[in-house]
């Protein structure tokens, strides 16, 4: 893994780190370990002429209660349906995968997970550690997109959970990237200032045993910087949560989504949600946001989307869960 990082963050520093031309990623394990490391320079210098996402939601109305708690100390916010402008016209030099902007309608309300899913969680769930084990309250990381899957599943047919009515899934990309801009119009649930994510996420420049600033650092500095600092997940909450109470919405873990990886159209969609895989090798592989913890500020972002094969047990694949909103609308505490 350290070799393809080398490789990987020798490659990025010329294309910019979106998602990666397939025949470029040989030496490494996936799609995400070619591109999760995001060349910081090339991506502030497009941002002046980037054109905001501009949802419109808020999450003031609700039918059921603002935070919910269920019976494995799951915590959950209520996010009411609204509009959205999903994704950003921010371009790199491999290609502009957030691009078109373009509105999108939720029609439904749902419960979003306040944190990714802890190993703890994980654990009193499957019945045994994710592959990366860590400490109980660290994320549950290396886990593929089928145990994730599997998890919720698993975690509906709980007793307490299934008498309570209640259904859990992953969330489709747009509901994890509407739930991560919180109603924003910026690149980061804060504002666009990428020297301020450290306050709200765990990345590349702060996730090791110290701070770097990477957009200071030529490219062979720069992985010198990252062999070399120790970085690694974090526990939950650690970091400020974005406004509607959800912590870690950038950075940390990738988090997987339901949908498979697809070009956006500039056409308005309501509830999209891509279930058949697409033509190619990112045609076939499975929706990863929010960057992680080896990932640059700028693959951090609110609309940045990846793709990863959903039999990838990568060290920095985790994910949260969403409760659907139809039922269950008593806290367990």
Known sequence: ??????????????????????????????????????????????????????????ASTQAGPASLKNSTGMEFKWIAPGKFMMGSNLETPGGKVTAPVHEVTLTEPFYMGVYEVTQEQFEQVMGRQPTSAGGPVNPASAVSWSEAV???????AMP???????VYRLPTEAEWEYACRAGTTTEYCF???????????????????????FQKLGPLERVEAV???????????????????????????????????????AEAVTNPLVS??????????RIVRSGG????????SSAYRNGNMESLQGPVNGFRVVLNASAGNESTD
Not at 191 to 211: K, P, V
Not at 230 to 257: F, S, T, V, Y
């Open 293 to 300: 913890w080896r990932v640059y500020a700028s693959g951090c």
């Open 191 to 213: 504002g666009d200032d990428a020297s301020e994510l450290g306050e709200y996420a765990w990345f590349l420049g702060n996730s090791g045993n110290s701070e770097i600033d």
């Open 160 to 166: 307490a959970e299934r008498s309570a009515g209640r």
């Open 1 to 58: 893994m350290k070799l393809c990082l080398l490789i990987s963050s020798l490659f990025l520093t010329g294309m910019g780190g979106h998602a990666a031309d397939p025949e470029t990623i040989g030496h490494c394990n996936s799609i995400q370990d070619a591109a999760e490391t995001v060349n910081p320079d090339t991506a502030q210098s497009a941002r002046a002429n980037a054109q905001p996402a501009q949802p419109t939601g808020t």
């Open 150 to 156: 599997t998890f919720c599943e698993k975690l509906s």
């Open 227 to 265: 062999q070399s600092n120790d970085n690694r997940l974090h526990p939950i909450g650690q970091k400020k949560p974005n406004a509607w109470g959800l912590h870690d919405m950038h950075g940390n873990m990738w988090e997987w989504c339901q949908d498979y990886y697809s070009k956006y159209t």
């Open 276 to 285: 058949e895989p697409g033509s190619g090798v990112l045609g076939s592989t």
